[in-house]
């Protein structure tokens, strides 16, 4: 949920979490500000977020993780 308590969208609450440095080191792969590529591998990515796999530099806290997790269980929103 965002602070609003609607539900997370990506433009707003998603994309914000990942860093330029992030959007840079996944760039070969898929585009981390991008939803549709993000929404395409959401689940791939909440299991490299669960494992601290990723973001490469840092494992993100709980409460980010809760977050990403919101956003699939909404439907992925834009």
């Excluded at 840079?24 to 909440?46: K, N």
């Amino acid at each position: 949920m965002s602070a609003a308590g609607e539900p997370s969208s990506f433009a707003q609450d998603i994309k914000p979490l990942f860093r330029e440095r992030d959007r840079e080191s996944m760039r070969s792969a898929f585009d981390l500000w991008s939803y549709d590529d993000v929404a395409e591998r959401s689940d791939a990515i909440l299991a490299r977020l669960r494992d601290g796999s990723m973001p490469c530099d840092g494992a993100w806290p709980d409460d980010r993780i809760a977050q990403f997790e919101d956003w699939i269980s909404a439907g992925k929103p834009a």
